[in-house]
């Protein structure tokens, strides 16, 4: 990408935006600009008109895209190639929806027929819990499941679960215990009734320290109330895994396939289970359907009426060219409130990288900050900031018709819906046009560029084209970048040195006179704290 001929011509055309005729509050007023900057299909509207740029910059954007063969290794990615080259793995995602891609090949012919199977097992054995066919160890039926993972294992899950019940009643309560720290599983066993509850295990390799830690004390709260693994427990791992072995015998395990990672595993045995034990497998199927639209939708659309191709591009604009170091999503939906914590994960962990996919130092990091909070909450914390103090993009997300319609009435002549749409349109103007005043503390720049997604509602299939255009922009940014959005090294070598620090710990537990011996002295200063439970200094 940075030594392509587009690239350089997107550089020469920044200092132009720096000038007052390219302000924003000039920009907005060209005529028909909306309809020029916008994009949409049925139930799902993309308007970057906000945005800090022209038609000339669009076209370069989209040479870009030409240039970088972003649809052709989109199409590749899709069709089941390698494209997660460090790890020698396809990254398959899309074909979880049920939605195949014409040109899929993948080297295996049973892949396609094993996730059939698994969902076919998710679809059988999630309505025999919800209707009582499979119950506990007490013969109680099951009210309750918790799920048992850390980052791409339960982030996206939650992140649905909890928007589809602005529409969906669930009928088995889901709740997420995603930290090793202690006080999450007490406030998880203090919701929950022992014998009506489900523990579902994510984990590929069975192996995850965090997870493992949390199923070890699963094991023994199931032990304490005399109820049995093999009726209580339910794993999603890989074939032949700790957790899919039959000498450890649990109520039923489902397979995750090494082509699907879990940043991206919503739409897999993941999100599956859960979802479709909380609100039913047809609800679930309704979800992967919105997500496969979304899917061809990125697969066909040409590159200036592709939604999550655009999004990228004007991401990779406003970080490699105007140097915005972060990024906000701020959904005006309170259904919406666990989505910036996913799409944290998804887009930091996918392109978050310093290198390029033949392992090649780029001339600046890939990616940016992303973070979020539902609005109107985001304007009473962090928009003080936003509108004064460093500028960084916004992406807005409204939604038309709201899950809950009854007992509604009017506030200054409006309703709370209406409010909301308020408060959400003011925003994304003040942070274009600014405002001029006498006073320096209340004068505000503008120029502070924001897009605006739009959904007709807050339906599984709306949520499914949601997720699924978060997808495909941050696979998008990769490929356009240069760099593989599948690979996640850089978590790795925090685990590797907290496995020496638990080595000492566990001597310590072993044997009350160890010394702790290592060679970071604050890491010392710490251990020692730790079995003190205090600090001395």
């Known amino acids: 990408m940075y030594a392509s001929d587009s690239f350089r011509s997107l550089l020469k055309h920044a200092p132009r935006f720096d000038t007052p005729d390219y302000h924003l509050k000039q920009m907005i007023k060209t005529p028909g600009r909306l309809a020029d900057f916008s994009s949409g299909l049925p139930g799902f509207f993309f308007d970057f008109s906000r945005q800090r740029l022209d038609r000339e910059v669009i076209q370069n954007l989209k040479t870009l895209a030409q240039e970088t063969k972003a649809r052709e290794m989109f199409s590749r990615m899709a069709a089941g190639d390698r494209v997660n080259t460090t790890e020698n793995r396809s990254a398959l995602h899309t074909a979880a929806r049920g939605f195949i891609s014409p040109g899929l090949r993948p080297e295996d012919p049973r892949i396609l027929y094993d996730m059939q199977a698994v969902a ?4 059988t054995f999630s309505k ?3 209707n009582g066919t499979i119950t506990g160890t007490s013969g109680q039926p099951f ?3 918790v799920v048992v993972g850390i980052g791409g294992s339960y982030l996206g ?5 909890k928007a589809l019940q602005a529409c969906h009643c669930p009928k088995i309560n889901l709740h997420f215990l995603s930290n090793v720290d202690i006080d999450n599983f007490g406030q998880v066993t203090s919701r929950i009734s022992p014998g009506t509850c489900l523990w579902i295990i994510v984990s590929k390799s069975y192996t995850t320290t965090e997870t493992m830690a949390n199923l070890a004390q699963v094991n023994a709260y199931l032990k304490r109330h005399k109820l049995l693994p093999q009726d209580h427990l339910v794993t999603i791992t890989a074939k032949g895994s700790p957790g899919d072995d039959p000498a450890n015998p649990v109520l039923a395990s489902f397979h995750m396939f090494d082509f699907i990672g879990g940043r991206y595993s919503v739409s897999s045995a993941v999100g599956g289970v859960p979802l479709s034990l909380a609100f039913g497998y047809e609800v679930f199927e309704r979800f992967l359907k919105g997500c496969g639209r979304m899917d061809r939708h990125a697969l066909d659309a040409p590159v200036l009426e592709n939604i999550p191709l655009m999004a990228a591009l004007i991401s990779i604009w406003n970080i490699q060219v105007l140097g915005y170091t972060a990024q906000a999503v701020i959904p005006y939906s309170s259904a919406l409130s666990k989505l910036a914590p996913h799409v944290q994960q998804l887009y930091m962990e996918s392109l978050g990288k310093g290198v390029d996919r033949n392992g090649k130092s780029l001339p600046c990091p890939a990616g ?10 985001a304007q009473h914390s962090f928009f003080q900031l936003a509108h004064q103090g460093p500028a960084f993009p916004v992406e807005f997300i409204g939604v038309l018709n709201p899950g809950y319609t009854k007992n509604q009435v009017t506030a200054k002549g409006v309703f709370n819906h209406q409010e909301l749409w308020a408060n959400l349109i003011a925003q994304t103007m003040a942070l274009a046009e600014g405002q001029d005043h006498d006073l320096p503390a209340r004068t505000f720049t503008g120029n502070r560029p924001s897009s605006l997604l739009v959904l007709d509602n807050l339906s599984a299939e709306s949520l499914g084209m949601l997720l699924s255009f978060y997808e495909a922009r941050t696979v998008f940014e990769g490929f356009i970048s240069g760099i593989n959005p599948f690979d996640q090294f850089g978590v790795e070598l925090g685990k590797v040195l907290a496995a020496t620090l638990r080595k000492q710990m566990a001597a310590r ?3 009350p006179s160890h010394e702790f ?4 002295t604050n890491a010392v200063f710490y251990l020692k704290a730790l079995f003190k439970k205090r600090i001395d200094q």
């Open 517 to 520: 011996d290592h060679p970071d």
């Open 128 to 130: 025999d819990i919800r």
């Open 143 to 145: 009210t309750d499941a």
């Open 157 to 161: 899950c939650e992140f649905v679960y």
């Open 509 to 511: 537990n072993h044997d």
């Open 120 to 123: 076919r097992k998710i679809s």
């Open 368 to 377: 940016s900050i992303i973070f979020g909070e539902p609005g109107t909450n």
